[in-house]
């Protein structure tokens, strides 16, 4: 079969067939992808930007205080290490319970749920005194801090349309990076002029001052339960000041044919009902293959990152003589880099997903080749972060001028925080249903590498010093990252479209993002298209039906969200 052209006359005549048929797609331009408005919009991403500095904040002001807190409490440096270690157990496992109940219960009231949760432990290790509290105390802390991420990136994907969607997710990851930078130095002044505990005061303030926010201001975006925002939810969910609501008239409004409208759509236009919370959802993820390659490459980049950040600790201090202050004080040049990164890629994102469209002849909607317009900037991000590595490593393994080493920490966090933003907004895109799960299952990946190789970077160091160390940490990202990118970029689209429940033509070429109509497909043929992509496929298998292109790649803009 030969590959059809897709005429405008054509796109006019399956729009009106997919209307009548049981899946109602969205035809609509951007501007109908939410009714927030910008200034909404603006607001509510700068209230989970502030939220976001939780997690951040509660990890690495406490890392300066380790060796006051070991002799406070009478145990050893490597007793007191634990502490983190539990911590970043826990920040791995539990947001993908907290995304998994956002995703269907709402945003809004996790949030609050669990920004309450980090108030309520910050009062308890502000006062006690005690290891075994200590330990049990910094679990709990993770079971509540961690979570904003997660949660932010499911509200960003609900009010944020995807051409835009890159640059707000890296000023989102460049707040976390603020966080990043100057946690360890406020929490090093606090120790040194206070003392521990001041630590988790701080803590408590901030966290505190979070959960009012947002149980104050921040509206319910969940699209199963308020569409694009012109739905009201539920009385529980509305915030008592709705000044980031959209307009009563938006709310009363019927939903337009154009806008896309998730809630109404799972329950009637595709005969599914909201179901229950998938805890596992962000472990069953790893199963794709294209899910795995990206979880795999941004969980082997994470580690190598971080193996950077703790041997600075311990090299600085014997190969350079630095205090503890002084140390802390250099790692603000890996979160400059990291901000600056972040804004940059998030704006090249955008132009890439722009410059998609308008290869695949759109003016808006999604664009079908998603890995195509995502992961273009990684052939050039990732080499570059790998030479940084290698050049920091060997710059300190040479003992040169200490400028050198901080140099090169700038553009780690750089180039490491733009391959990390570019991976997250990919995942978001892959998995529009499940946002706060799929940033979930990052998190935990990324987590569960990094201790691996928290536990392992200085024993390489031992054996085999710095500069060959980190060459081999170069070396592993060479050999698992490179070919992971390559594989997603140019094949990740038919682990995506069997995902998804699309077929495409025989002929067409899926790479360029563009499937074919064939001329003389009947208007009916439209409507067999089944809401169930499983069942179709199963109905296929058994013969009861025949191989039709993707919905999603037939008709320029038409925007298939993750089933």
Request: hydrophobic share 45%.
């Amino acid at each position: 079969m030969s590959t059809a052209v897709v005429t405008s006359s054509q796109e006019r005549h399956a729009s009106t067939a997919l209307s009548h048929s049981p899946i109602e797609l969205s035809l609509s331009p951007e501007n109908n992808f939410t009714v927030f408005t910008s200034h909404q919009r603006r607001a509510v991403f700068a209230i989970i930007c502030f939220t976001g500095l939780v997690s951040p904040l509660a990890t690495l002001m406490y890392t300066p205080a380790l060796p006051a807190i070991a002799d406070n409490l009478g145990v050893s440096i490597a007793d007191i290490n634990l502490s983190v270690t539990v911590y970043l157990i826990f920040q791995g496992i539990t947001p993908t319970f907290w995304g998994a109940i956002s995703d269907v219960y709402g945003r809004r009231i996790v949030l609050v749920f669990t920004l309450s949760i980090a108030t309520a432990v910050s009062v308890g290790l502000a006062t006690t005194n005690s290891y075994a509290v200590l330990m049990v105390l910094r679990a709990l802390h993770a079971t509540g801090a961690a979570s904003s991420r997660a949660l932010g990136a499911g509200i960003i994907r609900d009010v944020i349309p995807p051409s835009d969607r890159g640059g707000y997710i890296g000023l989102w990851s460049a707040s976390v990076a603020v966080g990043t930078a100057f946690g360890p130095v406020i929490g090093g002044i606090l120790a040194q002029h206070a003392t521990w505990h001041a630590i988790f005061f701080f803590q408590l303030a901030f966290s505190a001052t979070a959960a009012i926010v947002v149980a104050l201001l921040l509206p319910e975006t969940l699209r199963s339960i308020v569409g694009n925002g012109s739905v009201a939810p539920p009385m529980l969910l509305q915030p008592p000041l709705p000044w980031l609501v959209p307009s009563q008239h938006s709310l009363d409004a019927p939903q337009q044919p154009g806008r896309e409208f998730d809630s109404e759509r799972t329950t009637h236009r595709t005969g599914m009902s909201r179901s229950k919370p998938d805890f596992f959802g962000s472990l069953q993820i790893l199963r794709y293959p294209d899910a795995a390659a990206l979880l795999i490459a941004t969980g082997v980049f994470y580690t190598v990152w971080s193996n950077t950040m703790i041997a600075t600790s311990s090299t600085y201090a014997s190969v350079y003589g630095l205090s503890e202050l002084q140390i802390g004080l250099t790692f603000i040049a890996n979160a400059l880099g990291a901000v600056i990164g972040d804004v940059f890629i998030g704006q090249v994102l955008d132009r890439h997903y722009k410059a998609q469209l308008k290869k695949e002849g759109k003016d808006y909607g999604s664009v079908s080749a998603i890995e195509r317009a995502r992961l273009k900037s990684l052939w050039f991000n990732a080499p570059l972060f790998m030479v940084s590595v290698l050049l920091f490593g060997w710059m300190t393994h040479i003992r040169a001028h200490i400028a050198a080493p901080i140099v090169f920490s700038f553009f780690i966090g750089w180039f490491d925080d733009s391959i990390l933003s570019t991976y997250s907004t990919l995942m978001v895109d892959l998995f529009e249903g499940r946002a706060s799960s799929s940033s979930a299952s990052v998190n935990l990946v990324r987590c569960l590498l990094g201790a691996v190789g928290s536990s392992t970077i200085q024993l390489m160091i031992n054996a085999m010093g710095i500069g060959w160390a980190f060459t081999a940490l170069v070396a592993i990202c060479l050999v698992v990252c490179m070919p992971l990118i390559a594989y997603q970029y140019t094949l990740g689209y038919r682990s995506r479209e069997k995902r998804q429940g699309l077929w495409t033509i025989t002929e067409a070429d899926p790479q360029e993002g563009l499937a074919a109509l064939p001329e003389s497909r009947p208007e009916s043929s439209y409507a067999n298209v089944d809401a169930d992509p499983e069942n179709a496929l199963k109905q296929e298998k058994n013969g009861q039906r025949s191989r039709v292109e993707p919905v999603s790649q037939a008709v320029k803009g038409v925007e298939h969200s993750e089933i």
